[in-house]
């Protein structure tokens, strides 16, 4: 064999080598984005599987971390209200919505109603008590 010819399968071989080495190449790249792809999926699968888009429920209650009941919402034919209570457990707003209208009441740490505040088709309302449940105010 003459060094042409040695020269030129040599060339041939170097040809396919290099065309092994770009097929191996692109496949290393695919099987690394599919990797990536279904790692991603897993960790966002895993993290959806824990958040609710949508919670359905006629009422709901949150609690703290000592499992304390903080807030309560209620929906019923009545209306929607929403309780929201302190760390001892008392009621200290009130807010709910009927047919009849708005209201907002205020307790204060002793129990006593504070605030009242309506919001009706006579018109808004707002009465004031002091500490001892005296009136204060009214409309």
Known sequence: MNPEDRLDKLECELSHIKHRYRRLLGGVLIIAVVAVVLIGKLIAGFVQSNVADVIVSHSFILLDEQGNGRAFLNASEGGLSLFLFDAQGKPRVRLASTEGGLSLDLID???????????????????????????????
């Open 109 to 139: 740490a002793q129990g006593k109603l504070r605030v009242l505040s309506n919001v009706s088709e006579e018109g808004p309302s707002l009465t004031l008590f002091d500490a001892q449940g005296k009136l204060r105010s009214c409309p």
